[in-house]
């Protein structure tokens, strides 16, 4: 055998030392792939923090962590099929390629995260070139050797690393950006490449051998030659699929993943007759043969997607699950896996030594394997979603287990590299029975469900459409479309008994769904993306709603009817009210001590940059902040502050702003600022997307900007306003300048930044200054005797109005809406008038000049009492 079973390799070491020069040239390449996976885990556990968290989790794990892996033991595997040492000149490149892949990676995840489509690019182009180098250097090394019986598996790695620098091309143009259509034509191509051939025909290779040896038995006879036989079919399919892919040839691809399928299926047939020979009976064994068992779902699901789906452009909506599968049932099991059984070996040490390192890696086995694989099941099913946080949960804690469990095996290693001179002789550890430690993986599991239901007990009976009645056998189909804050039809009515299916279609710009009572929904829907949903038998009447924050109070609701019939489903507009559907959320007490270490946001208001161009980046972003005392809420902002940054300018200054859509739904920029048509500039814009907006300051004034994404009330009241602040012409200096933004706080339940009735029924739970209630009565301004303060308002509402005031002040200037109210004239002094109060209707601003004449506390509030009431207060400390 190529590759022996541990019990032969590696007699004991010579002394009391560091490792041998082989173990440490493995422990550092294994390094990279746990320092990956690490990477991976932490990511998500923050992930709902995170843009692109997704995407990130899927390249942390196969991009970083299974690259490295295949640069890695594929060099290791070619050398021990072919039996060809590397010289020190081909380990030198294959240390350089592992750098660059690295570096490249490093790269692709930077400029992705960070919207630099050019550092994507780049790095995927260096991804790209180091794969293509070491399958040269693969192919390279078989020339000449021995070992022809498994130079075909090497033919696998050649044939993997040529393809990848092709999936890394598609990623590049990817990251460039490109029309809805092409880029569903390019995700499908990419995911091909890069899973099904890169990875895909390296795990196929290399089980080949490396199965019967996890196992300890011999290689079932043929298993080299169906393999070398299979290697042109599975890359004809891929290749196959991905040109049908990129042609808009949605059945010929299918065609393509179906030769794929029955290719690895036939791939298959020794590896189950070894383990029929030999069971599995390890962590290492059962995980890779689970793996592979994901490996056929996966396909399967995929296969059901594009036969499913019309259009190429709307595959990447769909992919969650089959990425899922493939990704965390298929490729991480196997990795993980192949890593607790290589590890030992490469480390060795000894007999005794590396017995002891695999009871270590392998710790735990059927506990680990039994999680991950029936909670990852449940995940993949229609669960509800809190069931579905739970065993993802599990998930994410089984698979974390093996890369630390594989960092203590090393440091063991090295502890006993130099506790001995030789490992002492010790019998094999006896083999522990697998049936505990499954019972307690479906044990946990089944914890995990109930725990998610009891967090929810409402979703069992809304999963209950039927409610026991008589099928009738029929389906009716309805077609429903998602337009102007509407669902036309508005409602469908059908027989009880019959099936209905919904078949929804967003016709908007904006992001919207269709979730039913039942816990039923399409999933979100991007602009001209059509989701299908089998509500099933139905019995009674059942209500749903676009669960977007505010669209069901705006008027997105649809209702199902049952009634007497012939079997044919009516449909019938749906109302068009304005009104608040369903309960508000309990009011939210903000009131109290902010904690200690609270940091307001500073209200000083810096002057005007230098120049006339200003260039500003506005990044929309979903992220947890303060809205009072013991209260977070996960706010829609630009560039994660609510209000959003000040730009501020003299008039005749231009502007140009890049609004970039990092959140999870459209969202759109409109400045008051600027005078010019919204239909382009104003627009909204998905996930991912960017547009830039240049205007000319005409006008002097505090300006608001906003998001102008239907319902605007929610996206405003979720935190995305802000203020442009246009110097008046002449404008004076003074000793002190501030800015408050006042807004209204609709909170909502859980981490729901607006709860739309609240809104729509004019209750607002606060009212607050620059976005926190009491902040700056906790952190006050200030200012000192006789200087001259100026203080900007600017009402974002986005209703209320506002009369603000300082309790023991009179403002001696006032501008309001582009126009002094109050000042002194060139050369005359000032006015002997003054004025208590500057009032604001919603979007509008101005600003009060005062000075304090002693040294005390002054507070200013909104005089429309019951908004002060409400938070909108705060102090000047004068000292």
């Not at 008051?672 to 830039?692: F, K, N, Y």
Request: glycine share 12%; aromatic share 6%.
């Amino acid at each position: 055998m190529p590759l022996e079973p541990p019990s032969r390799q590696h007699p004991p070491g010579p002394g009391a030392g560091a490792f041998s020069a082989r173990a440490a040239w493995h422990v550092r390449s294994f390094l990279p792939v746990v320092a990956w996976l690490g990477a991976a885990t932490a990511v998500s556990l923050v992930h709902r923090m995170l843009p692109d968290a997704r995407w990130l989790l899927v390249h942390l794990l196969l991009l970083g962590g299974v690259g490295n892996a295949i640069i890695t033991w594929s060099w290791h595997f070619t050398g021990a099929l072919v039996r060809s040492p590397a010289s020190p000149g081909q380990m030198r490149s294959q240390v350089l390629r592992q750098v660059g892949h690295n570096l490249g990676a490093v790269a692709v995840v930077a400029g992705v995260v960070g919207h630099r489509p050019a550092t994507a690019v780049a790095g995927a182009l260096v991804v790209g070139s180091v794969l293509a180098w070491h399958g040269l250097a693969l192919a390279a090394r078989t020339r000449g050797s021995l070992g022809g019986r498994f130079r075909r598996t090497v033919d696998h790695y050649v044939a993997a690393c040529l393809l990848l620098p092709v999936g890394a091309t598609l990623g590049a143009l990817l990251a460039a950006g490109r029309s809805a259509e092409w880029h569903g034509r390019l995700v499908l191509a990419h995911l091909t490449l890069n899973l099904l051939g890169f990875v895909g025909l390296t795990v196929l290779g290399t089980l080949v051998t490396l199965w019967p040896t996890m196992l300890r038995t011999r290689l079932e006879d043929g298993s080299e030659r169906t393999a070398a036989r299979l290697l042109p079919v599975l890359l004809g399919a891929v290749l196959v699929t991905v040109g049908a892919a990129l042609l808009g040839l949605r059945w010929v691809a299918v065609l393509g993943l179906l030769t794929y399928a029955a290719a690895a299926l036939t791939h298959a047939v020794p590896f189950a007759r070894t383990a029929l020979r030999r069971a599995p009976a390890d962590f290492a064994t059962w995980s890779v043969a689970a793996g592979s068992t994901w490996l056929l779902l996966g396909l399967g699901l995929l296969v059901g997607l594009l036969a499913a789906t019309p259009r190429l452009a709307h595959v990447p909506t769909r992919l969650d699950e089959v990425v899922t599968a493939l990704a965390v049932g298929w490729v991480a099991q196997v990795l993980l896996g192949a890593l607790a059984y290589l590890l030992p070996v490469m480390l060795g040490g000894g007999p005794a030594a590396v017995r002891r390192i695999t009871a270590i890696t392998q710790a735990q086995g059927a506990l680990r394997v039994t999680v991950t694989n029936l909670a990852l099941l449940v995940c993949l099913l229609p669960v509800p979603s809190w069931v579905r946080v739970a065993c993802s949960a599990l998930v994410l804690g089984a698979l974390a287990t093996a890369p630390a469990l594989d960092v203590r095996a090393v440091l063991v290693a090295r502890q006993l590299r130099r506790e001995a001179t030789a490992a002492p002789a010790s019998p094999a550890p006896p083999e522990r029975p697998w049936l505990p430690g499954t019972a307690a993986g479906c044990a946990l599991v089944a914890l995990a469900v109930a725990g998610g239901l009891a967090v929810d007990p409402t979703a069992l009976r809304r999963g209950d459409a039927g409610t026991g009645v008589t099928p009738t056998g029929r389906t009716v189909t309805v077609d429903v479309t998602a337009r102007g804050m509407r669902f036309t039809p508005g409602s469908a009515t059908v027989t009880p008994g019959d099936r209905l299916v919904l078949r929804v279609t967003n016709a908007d710009a904006d992001v919207h769904d269709l979730t039913l009572e039942t816990g039923q929904d399409t999933g979100r829907l991007g602009g001209g993306e059509t989701g299908v949903l089998d509500v099933g038998v139905v019995g009674r009447s059942i209500e749903g709603w676009c669960s977007v924050v505010g669209h069901r109070q705006m008027g997105m609701t649809f209702g199902i009817r049952t009634t007497g019939g012939d079997g044919q489903a009516s449909a019938t507009p749906g109302g068009h009210q304005h009104a608040a559907s369903g309960d508000a959320a309990p009011p939210v007490d903000l009131h109290g001590d902010l904690p200690a270490g609270f940091v307001a946001r500073d209200a000083t208001l810096p002057p005007a940059p230098t120049g006339t161009l200003h260039r500003v980046t506005l990044r929309a972003q979903e992220v947890e902040l303060p809205v009072g005392a013991d209260q977070t809420r996960r706010r829609w902002t630009f560039n994660g502050t609510a209000p959003g940054p000040t730009l501020r300018g003299h008039v005749g200054d231009r502007f140009e702003i890049t609004l970039v859509n990092d959140g999870s739904m459209g969202h759109s920029l409109d400045l008051h600022a600027g005078a010019l048509a919204p239909d382009q500039p104003m627009r909204t814009i998905r996930p991912g997307e960017s547009l830039v907006y240049r205007f000319t300051a005409t006008r002097a004034g505090i300006w608001v900007y906003h998001c102008s994404t239907h319902p605007m009330s929610v996206h405003i009241a979720a935190g995305m306003a802000g203020a442009v602040v246009i110097d008046p012409p002449g404008l004076p200096p003074v000793d002190r300048e501030y800015l408050l933004v006042q807004s209204e706080l609709y909170l909502g339940a859980g981490s729901a930044p607006v709860d739309g009735a609240k809104l729509a029924r004019g209750r607002p739970d606060g009212v607050t200054f620059n976005g926190v209630v009491g902040q700056y009565d906790a952190r006050p301004l200030t200012a000192r005797p006789g200087q001259r303060v100026r203080i900007w308002v600017l009402d974002v509402g986005p209703d209320d109005g506002t009369s603000f005031h300082v309790v023991g002040g009179q403002f001696d200037r006032v501008y309001k809406e582009g126009r002094w109210l109050l000042r002194a004239g060139p050369g005359e002094p000032d006015a002997p008038g003054g004025s208590q109060v500057l009032d604001l209707t919603a979007a509008q601003g101005g600003f009060v000049e005062l000075t304090f004449p002693e040294a005390g506390h002054y507070p200013f509030v909104d005089h429309q009492m019951s908004d002060a009431e409400r938070g909108a207060h705060g102090i000047v400390e004068v000292r």
